[in-house]
């Protein structure tokens, strides 16, 4: 079992960045998918980007360009780098590796 903590999240000027952390322990030998999703109120949780352990990377069209999932393997934490940051982005996100999810940090970003 995997367990995940997010970190990272809080309140942030619209144009602003944030870089969100995932920090992993347990049994994380394995692992090959990464993804970063978030869930703002009265919506569904959505994916915003993902890693493939092949080194493949997915983002939503909302976010291309303004974002990006990296890994630090020696750490065995996945970021989400957030720049240009819009109102919209305002959501809980979560990450989740393999089948396991984080409990989820707010993001809120103000116009």
């Known amino acids: 079992q995997v367990q995940l903590v997010e970190s990272g999240g809080g309140l942030v000027q619209a144009g602003g960045s944030l870089r969100l952390s995932c920090a992993a322990s347990?049994?994380?030998?394995?692992?090959?998918?990464m993804g970063w999703y978030r869930q703002a109120p009265g919506k569904q949780r959505e994916l915003v980007a993902q890693l493939i352990s092949t080194g493949s990377t997915n983002y939503a069209d909302s976010v291309k360009g303004r974002f990006t999932i990296s890994r630090d393997n020696a750490k065995n934490t996945v970021y989400l780098q957030m720049n240009s940051l819009k109102a919209e982005d305002t959501a809980v996100y979560y990450c989740?590796?393999?089948?396991?999810w984080g409990q989820g940090t707010q993001v809120t970003v103000s116009s």
């Open positions: 347990g049994s994380i030998f394995g692992i090959y998918y």
């Open positions: 989740r590796e393999n089948v396991c």
